[in-house]
């Protein structure tokens, strides 16, 4: 096992990477960067080759050179695993993550050995009012500032009973994460995206996770994702909110671990 460690790639991505095994892909909110997988790249280390990135215009990754949608973040993260994983890999995606992650099941299903789809959706283009409020964060980032705009939005992601150090910390990582324009690009691609017509194309094993005190996609949007996916599994953490990863770690790393193994193991007895 090897400690988290940041690897810089050609392409201007900022990744971080720890621990051997399978390849665990790990994809970021809308509103973070990979430092909100520490749980992970500290937790799942013993399970997996676990890689974080910052997405396109996140970060510590460069600005992409023209505007992206959601299948052109979808196809930034399939050039991480190929450059980074060894074959195909597993995909874990938290909330925007999780479109992105679909999007790259769809576009390159080579490449995805499963999916965990982590308080999750089907994307903000499944009814206008949801596309119009999408769109109008990125205004509200200009206005704010990425500090401010994290102060108000950041502990909404967290349950109410989560401890104050941890909600300052999301708000740190919002606040170093965000910019413009990438987040800009990436509210327009949640805004124009809706994966529901396409869900039952998607055929590798798949997690579908929920803070059970997730006040911002919520049970019912993550019950749709597991309806629609073929053989989907859907379990809730209990005591967490949006960001489950982060405010019950041990809990989501013990089903990430279990699923990632059994998928592996499945595997094997194919290949016999």
Known sequence: MTDPAAVPERSGLHLVEAGSGPDLLCLHGIGSCAESFRPQLDGLAGTAHV?????PGYGRSADPESEVDITGFADAAADVIR???SGSAHLL?????????????LRHPELVRSLVLADSSRGSGRTPAGAVKMRA?????AELGSEEFARRRAP????????????????AIMTRALRLPGYRYAVEAMADAD????????RVPTLVLCGDRDRVTGIPESRALAD???????????GAGHLANQERPESFNARVSSHIDAVESLRDDQAV
């Open 137 to 141: 964060r990125a205004a509200e980032l």
């Open 93 to 105: 995606g938290v909330s925007w993550g999780g479109v992105i992650a679909q999007a790259l099941a």
């Open 51 to 55: 890689i974080a990135w910052d997405a």
């Open 195 to 202: 994966t529901s017509s396409r869900l039952a194309e998607i």
């Open 156 to 171: 909404r992601l967290l349950s109410e009973q989560a401890p104050p150090e941890l909600v300052e910390r999301a708000i």
């Open 228 to 238: 629609g996916i073929p053989g989907a599994v859907f379990e809730t953490i209990s």
């Open 83 to 85: 450059s980074r994983a």
